[in-house]
């Protein structure tokens, strides 16, 4: 579970969104909610999900086809926040299924079911280029704050992207509007 490297996604997603206001906020909580869902399903034990229960961590809600699903339910619900739902729905889609796609990455834990439900295998990619980040109170140990620093490095791009300050981030005048000053 790369916790940061999810947000970061979220955030940048929030950015490619809007330029700045209100909706940028309102898209950026929910391009990062969609980034982050999946990983609700470490309750799913507590809340009663046995042993080979697809509800499991990195099961079903990891899943590509829960990630397209939860973000046109966005989409239409909430509506594009001055885009095209399309748009909403694409970028959330891309937002939440980058999820399950990253924890693959990821050099411990279980494997991912991307295909659930058609497919209900687990899934490590050949490559772990990620640290597995510790989950709940762990997060908090030494172990937690390396994984922290190595996600800060590793999705460094993202969160320049993301954070950089109004204003700096935008396409340069054309030769058209240039000449209309
Ligand atoms: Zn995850």
Redesign the pocket.
């Known amino acids: 579970?790369p916790s940061l490297g999810?947000v970061a996604i979220g955030l940048a997603a929030g950015r490619f969104h809007a330029e700045d206001g209100r909706r940028r906020l309102v898209a950026t909580a929910l391009y990062t909610a969609l980034a982050t869902f999946?990983?609700l399903d470490v309750l799913a034990r507590r809340l009663g999900a046995g042993h080979g229960s697809p509800w499991l961590h990195?099961g079903a809600l990891?899943s590509l086809t829960f990630a397209a699903c939860a973000a046109v339910l966005v989409a239409l619900i909430v509506g594009g926040l001055g885009r095209s739902r399309l748009r909403m729905a694409l970028t959330g889609a891309v937002a939440a299924t980058s999820?399950?796609l990253l924890?693959t990455l990821t050099g411990g834990g279980a494997g991912v079911m991307l295909l659930w439900p058609f497919s209900a295998a687990r899934t490590h990619a050949a490559w772990t280029l990620l640290p597995a980040s510790p989950i709940g109170a762990r997060l908090l140990s030494h172990r937690g704050f390396e994984v922290l620093a190595t996600e800060v490095i590793l999705f460094l791009p993202f969160l320049v992207y993301a954070l950089w300050p109004d204003g700096v981030i935008r396409a340069s005048p054309s030769a058209a509007e240039r000449s209309a000053r």
């Open positions: 579970m999810h999946p990983d990195r990891h999820h399950g924890d």
